[in-house]
């Protein structure tokens, strides 16, 4: 979740987190330039959003421990920072875990169902696991008509579906 978003919908968190599923950390604001001017400043981006997520849910000890890199963990403009704040976060008891799936809602706003179903298809080849790069952005309404068709896809495959809870214990 992106704090900036959980504290615009309390409600939704509140009611996500007591239905049991796990809430992790993808910072406060999703911008690039401020997150990484510094490795301290992803951690001070977790925090934040972390913060807001134990206000949603009224649970005051919360804490994900698991945070994905807006942009991704490796590489791009600010892959040196990225990898520095990895460290940090390591430190601070946080790990984090980036997606290794695509539904293709990330490369355009114009998406059809069919799309997102090929580029899964496309991407999830060979995997054992698969953690899928989806977004819950108005633009990308179709991710959400998608749902059903890729849950469907998934489970014939053989795949299960778990909770970071049961992850990462």
């Known amino acids: 979740m992106l704090g900036s978003n959980v504290e615009e919908n309390q409600e939704i968190i509140k009611r996500i987190y007591d239905e049991g599923h796990y ?9 690039y330039s401020s997150i990484y001017m510094s490795p301290e400043s992803v951690l001070d981006e977790f925090n934040r959003c972390n913060d807001a997520v134990k206000q949603a849910i ?10 994905r890199f807006p942009g991704g963990l490796v590489g791009g403009k600010y892959g040196e920072i990225k990898s520095k704040a990895n460290e940090l976060l390591k430190q601070n008891d946080i790990m984090s875990v980036d997606w290794n799936v695509l539904t293709g809602d990330a490369e355009t706003n114009n998406l059809s169902v069919d799309f997102e179903i090929q580029r899964l298809q496309e991407t999830i080849k060979n995997k ?6 989806m977004h819950d952005a108005y633009a990308k309404k179709v991710t959400v008509e998608s749902l059903p068709k890729i849950i469907s896809y998934l489970r014939e495959q053989g795949y299960e579906f778990k909770n970071f809870y049961d992850i990462i214990k």
């Open 23 to 31: 809430i992790a950390n993808h910072g406060y604001t999703h911008s």
């Open 58 to 67: 009224g649970v005051p000890k919360y804490n994900s421990h698991l945070f």
């Open 128 to 133: 054992n696991s698969a953690v899928i790069l």
